[in-house]
Every structure is written in C-alpha cells, then in structure tokens.
C-alpha cells in the first residue's frame, strides 16, 4: 500500500525556519497537503495543492514539491506554531487517501 | 455554516460491534461525499472509509476491509459507520470529513470533533 514519510519530530527556536519533509513514490503524481493538529483538536489545513495556502493561515507557511517529496516551510516561527503536522495524498489506483505519520514541531 | 456531529462512541469489548453516526448540516449534504478517518491515542491519523453522495461509490482502508461498513441516508443527513469484529487496534477517536476534491484527489476541509471508541476486555 502507499504510504507517505515524514520525520517524527522538528525543534526550531522561535523566529527560525522549520522544514517539514513527506516522501512518497506518487507524490510527482498527486497533490500534496498539509495539517496542523493542536492537542484535543481535530487537524486544519494549512497548505493544499502542494504550495497554495488558505486564506485564514499565516503568510509564514509555505509549501514546495521537489519530485518525490513535499516540503512544509515555517519562516519566523512562534510558540504557537507547536503542534502536530501530517502530509496527505491519495493513492488513485486503489481509491484510498493516505496521511503521513507526522511531525512533532516543538518550538525550544 | 458547516456542522458535522459524530456519535456512538463508546468502550465495548473485542470481537463486540458498534456503529457510529455523522450527523451533517450547513452544506448540500446529497451532493457530497463523506470520509471516516481515526486517530488512536497519541498516534497519528487514518483514513478508514468513504462513501460517494450517491452511495455508488465505497472504498476502505486496509485494516478495516471485510470488518467495517459505510452507509448514509441521505434524508437525514447523516452517514453511518458500522464496526463488526472489533480489536483492541480500533481503539480511536473517529473524525468524519469531507473532501474538497482537487482532480484524483482533494483535501478533508471539514471535521467534526471526533468520537471515542475503546476496545477493550
């Protein structure tokens, strides 16, 4: 089955640039997507279609595609950017939606 | 004003069943499709189901292929998932979404606030 790899965990200090990393083989085929998921809430996208950000998150967000792996970018990061990401993507051939396992950002 | 309410979580026993319920509102719930994904406690999110607006179209994940079972009516609003032979893996917070899809695929854009199955002896 197709699966999507991220990192376990980031750590950044305030006002540095997190990179968050998802590799899969379809990610040249397929969009990619992006969550933040806070303690006791459900996720909230913060980046679809690869690098297009929703108007509601912050200009600090970005989102890139280099082939196989899709990159989450967090400029100039606050204490309130700690939480939980997950990269998302779908496998067509077997009509199934796939998230990474997810990244821990902490910010120290 | 998108609402989606999930219930009939609850703590049952393996190899037990329970079926849950997405009640939806704000949106043309007949022309959208609904998603199940889970989140076991502290681990990360999966998706489990989905059914098309018009129930022709249903696929699973993996791990739940032969055991659970997705359905809707679409006069009420409110899709249905049904849990047979759970394991003690079950054990999650079940969220339903829907999909904003985007070609072959799409983003999950709203969320309900998840309901609690435990499966445990």
């Known amino acids: 089955s197709y699966e999507l790899t991220q990192p376990p965990s980031v750590s950044v200090s305030p006002g540095q640039t997190a990179r968050i990393t998802c590799s899969g083989d379809?990610?040249?085929?397929?969009?990619g997507y992006w969550y933040q998921q806070r303690p006791g809430q459900a996720p909230v996208l913060v980046i679809y279609?690869?690098?297009e950000r929703p108007s509601a998150i912050p200009e600090r967000f970005s989102g890139s595609n280099s082939g196989t792996t899709i990159t989450l970018t967090i400029s100039g990061v606050q204490a309130e950017d700690e939480a939980d990401y997950y990269c998302?993507?779908?496998?067509?051939?077997?009509?199934?939606?796939?998230f990474g396992g997810g990244t821990k950002l902490t910010v120290l | 004003q998108v609402h989606l309410v999930e219930s009939g979580g609850g703590m049952v026993q393996p190899g037990k069943s329970l079926r849950l319920s997405c009640a939806a509102s704000?949106?043309?719930?007949?022309?959208?499709?609904i998603h199940w994904v889970r989140q076991a406690p502290g681990k990360g999110l999966e998706w489990v189901a989905v059914?098309?607006?018009?129930?022709?179209?249903?696929y699973y994940g993996d791990s739940v292929k032969g055991r659970f079972s997705i359905s809707r009516d679409n006069s009420k609003n409110t899709v249905f998932l049904q849990m047979d032979s759970l394991r003690t893996q079950d054990t999650a917070t079940y969220y339903c979404?829907?999909?904003?899809?985007?070609?072959?695929?799409?983003?999950?854009?709203?969320w309900g606030q998840g309901t609690l199955v435990t499966v445990s002896s």
């Open positions: 059914i098309s607006h018009d129930e022709s179209k249903i």
């Open positions: 379809a990610l040249p085929d397929q969009y």
């Open positions: 279609k690869d690098t």
């Open positions: 998302q993507s779908a496998d067509s051939s077997s009509s199934s939606w796939v």
């Open positions: 704000g949106f043309p719930f007949t022309t959208y499709g």
């Open positions: 979404t829907t999909l904003c899809t985007i070609g072959a695929t799409g983003y999950f854009d709203y």
